[in-house]
């Protein structure tokens, strides 16, 4: 029954399933996908955030500069493009580990509307 409480929303006891937590900006924006109810996780794992970012921002700035070295140096706009595809990409592991950690040890709670 506990277990419950991590992945199911509070209001209707569905569970939101992980694209919900992905598509919010923020573990504390989360939109329930069967109610509409707005919900957050408690505690944020803000060590977990920041471990991801410490690891995420230079992996990324040295894939960015090996990509802009095989690149023509006046970058263009679809070459922008790709390199967003390829953060994205990175980030999305990252993202995974995320939500799996928010399920397994965060408790779903509705916000309050103020
Ligand atoms: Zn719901």
Do not use: Q
């Not at 598509?23 to 989360?30: D, E, F, G, T, V």
């Not at 995974?96 to 397994?104: D, H, I, P």
Request: aromatic share 14%; with cysteine; hydrophobic share 45%.
């Amino acid at each position: 029954m506990i277990k419950m409480r991590h992945k199911n929303c509070p209001r209707c006891n569905i569970d939101i399933g992980k694209l919900a937590v992905i598509k919010a900006s923020l573990p504390s924006r989360i939109k329930c996908p069967h109610c509409k109810e707005n919900l957050y996780y408690k505690p944020i794992p803000w060590w977990l955030l920041t471990f991801s970012l410490v690891v995420y921002i230079p992996l990324l700035n040295t894939i960015f500069e090996y990509f802009l070295s095989i690149l023509s140096i006046k970058t263009t706009f679809s070459e922008i493009i790709l390199l967003s595809v390829v953060a994205f990409l990175i980030w999305f592991p990252f993202e995974l580990l995320f939500v799996n950690y928010l399920r397994k040890n965060c408790i779903l709670t509705i916000r309050e509307r103020s």
